[in-house]
């Protein structure tokens, strides 16, 4: 059986409840992934978008977290 991926617009049809589906299909449309021949080319775009003005850039659930905050406390001796 052969089966073709879904592009990230038709995901995000399929399931118009998730914001998660939705904002791929928003940063794959946005990097021209509705007009390209490659999709690996558009995946790799939207994988390294530097577009830190877009609303959504924050809110890419699949982007590496890197905010996490260490405690200052200091360890009791």
């Known amino acids: 059986?052969?089966?073709?991926?879904?592009?990230?617009?038709?995901?995000?049809?399929a399931k118009?409840?998730?914001?998660?589906?939705?904002?791929?299909?928003?940063?794959y449309d946005c990097m021209g992934g509705a007009n390209s021949e490659n999709p690996s080319i558009t995946k790799a775009a939207v994988r390294d978008c530097k577009a830190a003005d877009c609303p959504l850039h924050l809110h890419?659930?699949?982007r590496k977290i890197t905010t996490r905050t260490r405690s200052n406390k200091t360890p009791n001796v």
């Open 16 to 27: 118009p409840k998730s914001s998660l589906l939705a904002i791929a299909a928003f940063c």
């Open 1 to 13: 059986m052969s089966e073709t991926r879904k592009t990230p617009r038709e995901a995000a049809l």
């Open 60 to 62: 890419r659930g699949w």
